[in-house]
């Protein structure tokens, strides 16, 4: 692949003039020569893994010396390198470290697992294998397998993924016990709750859970449902669970109550059924403007729960949100969701994690001031990132009608510059319709100002 430009160092410029040639390949080739190009490609990305690696083992070593020389203290020195990676590879920082770890360790601790990925013997999935799998033990140890699994190509040979990492389980087996039992106790630090969306506005919600805590809330739930059905209700056994769980967790009586917690961003025209526009739910995405009226609208009939509507300012004609500004240095309440309402999450490019932080992109020690332009909603890994010696952020929006910019310039120079997206766009309504809708959706609702 890179024969042409072998005579020149390999740098991205070269890279590039090589991907160039990607795009003119020969088509019209024997099926022969075609398995041979997939074989070749397949090994042209392993090699590219494998030198991502050392590019990103070295940065780190570079970034780190760097602070060292600045004065900076040990436990701040790898601060946003996983995160410049990310950006470079259009990634999300959570991604970024992960490759930052598997490229710490093939370079400093399994040169032999680099050199089989350089070669295309292995892909990077099944160096990601050998990495994860050898994570919980010692350095020795890992070096030690590194040699025995792939210090020879034959070893793995044509062994599957799950063969491979049972292998390489065996072998952690047989050099510490101990790393078994460390390892299930680290797998327990990362238990957690995510949700992710589903197909027909359904949402999944998972709970990564130790076997024991996993069998006992199910079990109290099939055990309670029984009781349920047994009292002769008509949902299902499956239904009864869901709405036991959601009852549970939010801590309210019945499970159809829950709306009070969902955050819904609605255009007017869409709310007075005038216009289609997607709404926004607060940690789920966009769901159809027909549902939205529907919530709004079961809201009504429900008169325990009540809640307030709330009204967003945006430009009729960009869907842009209109400036908001505070004295206090901390961003209060009302101008925080505005920035969520705006940014909807984390605002680093390939980052969508939800906003933790509502952040002043000029520091307030730099004279940034507290408003809905100088914040930035932000995830916690990317604050964190931020603060990071030689980061940088700015916000390049010119005029209020333009959708908010925000770049951030890494310790390289590189500038990243994301849009706030749009909000549905408004139209003109009286107060008195406003203020006539009874709510029980906690309801952004976006008027033209
Ligand atoms: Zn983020």
Redesign the pocket.
Known sequence: MFDMVASKPLDASVVHAAVKQLANLDRDVTDAARIDLLNALEHAKSACAAAQARVAADLDRSRQEERAALGVPPERRARGIASEIALARQES?HMGGLHLGMARALVHEMPHTLTLLERGVLSEWRATLLVRETACLTREDRSTIDERLCSDAATLGKLGNRALVARVRQEAARLDVDALVRRASKAEGDRRVTSRPAPDTMAYLTALLSVKQAVAVQAALGRDADAILAQGDPRSRSQIMADLLVERATGISSADGVPVTVNLVISDRALFEQGDDAAYVHGYGPIPAGLARLWAKGAVTDDEVLAELRRVYANPSTGALTAMESKSRCFPKALARLIDTRDRT?R?PW?D?PIRHRDHITAVAEGGPTTADNGAG??E??NYAKEGEGWNAATTTADEAELHSYEIITPTGHRFRTEAPPLPKPMPLSPFEVYSLPESILLEYVEAA
Do not use: E, H, I, K
Request: glycine share 0%.
């Open positions: 920082p984390c680093t980052c994690a932000l995830c890994r990317c």
